[in-house]
């Protein structure tokens, strides 16, 4: 059992940008007088620690998190941990945010730190991640040295992990790589207007294509021996970016909403593009990671997963493709096997005019304007089975895609730090429509609400929510949100829960074609 919430969702597809524009401004259409675009600068950390476990097995955590520089020293970011070889605890994983402290020593030489904190859980069984995961909060402070390659970085740390009431509770040694990038970013007022001719050159040599693509998968395991012998719906979110025409690096985050909805996973891995026909292409790619549920009823054993998968697309517009997959999931430190069939959605984003033969040429690149935003929520009157089951407090992450100044793409995932039912893991992962209130030039106040589907831990459920947001800058915002979750189990019992949130927001434009 594990956390059902894919928590850094928003991050793998923005990064942070320090300086700002006029203050609270949405976009228009006006043309900007002198549009820029700014280099940022990020990192994507993969780390490594083994835990002791007292009077049970070591766990071993791999985290994958990526960190956008905010200042010369400090980046600020989020990530996951999961299990790969050791124990059996396949489905555990965490969610965090936090900051990452880097001082040179020496032109390569590096002191680092870091605190951060979240929630998430597992176990082996249901029972048992009581017992190895407390309440599913967590913290993790760490100090230590690294050594820069120029293109990565590698170094060690001296780690301290605690979740609340548990027995993870260790100070340890902790591996990591630091692999380092950059991106261009405008001002968010300048959705929809155009490039100067010199920004259109420098993006023309910028940062590529990306993509972003959920997933709606199915799991048909293969003889299974856990205690659970039937199919698995997930929700699947996946950013890729292409390093390459054509090849690309991806990373996904799955979560179950239909037949066993506790079950997750977290996968990355590589993929190769191959196009038929100007709005036909085949797509094959291999991920690695770990996931499943608690082994007793899925045996992932210790977590580890290899998933190939091969797709087949059809464009329905230069930025929209609906696509057919087929792939092969299987836990090679366990028994579990499934043939897996899925239906997809992907939204192509193209920074640089280099998007491969569906891209149209000679069309002249604009502003696309992006928010994150962080949040903390208290979910309050929470009711399954028509009885009350006290507060729920979580972290939540949100990240929206902005289709013009009154309409926005929302994707939505936020992970309990607090016990649901006596159990770790709670969480939920949605996707909507969301409609906002124009702000006037110089105007500070915008009203907006949205609607969102997705699962929790119980299954398939609906999201309502409306609120405020108060500009501080052209980059950032507060905004002050209530709203109302409901989902059925499969046993068609009902959950229920109101809501309340105080998030800040971050806000970006990037050059499209």
Known sequence: MAASVKFSVGILVVGMLTGTTAAGQEPDSRAPEEPSLRPSEAMIMLDYQVIRVPGDKPIDLMGFHVYHKVADWLYLGAGVYAPLARGEYGGFTAYDIGGHVQQRLTSQLFATAGLSGGGGGGGRSIEQSKVLSGTG???KGYVGLGYDF????IGANVAKMKFSHSRIDGTQANVFVEIPYAYLTGPFTSHGQPLSPSDTRVASEGSGESMLTLVLDNF?????????KGTINVAD???????ARDTYWYAGL??????LPLYNHVLGGVGQRVWLSPRISVYGQLGIGSGGYAPRVMNTDAGLLVYPKISAEYALTKDLGLSLSAGYLAAPKGSSKNQTFGLALTHHIRSSDGGGAASERGSLPTYRAFRVSVFQQTEYAVR???IDRGRLQMLGIQADTLVNDHWYIPLQAAVAYSAYLGYPGYGELLAGIGVQSQTKPGGRVQ???QLMAGANVHGPA?????GLRYGLSDRLALHLTAGRIEARSSAGQRFSADSWGLGLDYRFSIPGW
């Open 137 to 139: 909060r967590f913290f």
């Open 220 to 228: 048909r395991q293969i003889n299974p021996e856990g205690s659970y």
């Open 462 to 466: 609906a999201k309502a929510g409306a």
């Open 254 to 259: 799955g979560v179950g909403y239909y037949g």
């Open 447 to 449: 009203l907006f609400g």
């Open 150 to 153: 120029g293109n990565f970085a």
């Open 384 to 386: 399954y089975r028509d």
């Open 237 to 243: 979110l996946q950013y890729a970016h292409y390093f």
